[in-house]
Antibody, heavy 121, light 107 residues
């Protein structure tokens, strides 16, 4: 059974940093691209960033480019999202999701339960 | 950026009735379109990919159609567990973008 478990969320002040983790199990982690999607309170879904299975290709939404960094450790079956220069508009539940293939970040087959990031002073 | 527009925003349907949800793209996304279901307090669940292929374990009452800029998700006979918010998502262009969602509520 595919499982994705996010952690690392919490309350942070504007301008601060946070690192999210997503621990994966139930599939060969290194064989799949993985992505982060967020959802602001009461709002819709926003794709944030994605990374290929081998870690050699990453893509970002313009809203986070230059501030967020996606990475993965295939030896630990774990995905990360380093978030710097956080803003109030980054407040959201952050989901990690397994993509359908190794390289392409297309549609999102399985999702974790999410971790809440709140940016406020 | 491709803008995905879903309609209606809210759809009121009686159990057992048919529901038809629409998703339009601001430019062609070919058949690179997925649909997700989200219930309150839960993560989204993949329903359809490739515009018309059901994901693993998705009941046959869910069907998708369309290509280019116009897409439809049809739920043939609504069950109680189908009342939720539905999102479309294109994966033809960067960045990947979602529609704003259609809430299917009990009439």
């Amino acid at each position: 059974e595919v499982q994705l478990l996010e952690s690392g969320g919490g309350l942070v002040q504007p301008g601060g940093s946070l690192r999210l983790s997503c621990a994966a199990s139930g599939f060969t982690f290194s064989n799949y691209a993985i992505t982060w999607v967020r959802q602001a309170p009461g709002k819709g879904l926003e794709w944030v960033a994605g990374i290929s299975g081998s870690d050699d290709s990453t893509n970002y939404a313009d809203s986070v480019k230059g501030r967020f960094t996606i990475s993965r450790d295939n030896s630990k079956n774990t995905l990360y999202l380093q978030m710097n220069s956080l803003r109030a508009e980054d407040t959201a539940v952050y989901y990690c999701a397994k993509c359908s293939g190794y390289y392409n970040i297309e549609y999102f087959q399985y999702w974790g339960q999410g971790t809440l990031v709140s940016v406020s002073s | 950026e491709i803008v995905m527009t879903q309609s209606p925003a809210t759809l009121s349907v009686s159990p057992g009735e048919r529901a038809t949800l629409s998703c339009r793209a601001s430019q062609s996304v070919s058949s690179n379109l997925a649909w997700y279901q989200q219930k309150p307090g839960q993560a989204p669940r993949l329903l359809i990919y490739g515009a018309s292929t059901r994901a693993t374990g998705i009941p046959a009452r869910f069907s998708g159609s369309g290509s280019g800029t116009a897409f439809t998700l049809t739920i043939s006979s609504l069950q109680s567990e189908d009342f939720a918010i539905y999102y479309c998502q294109q994966y033809n262009n960067w960045p990947r973008t979602f529609g704003q969602g259609t809430k299917v509520e009990i009439k």
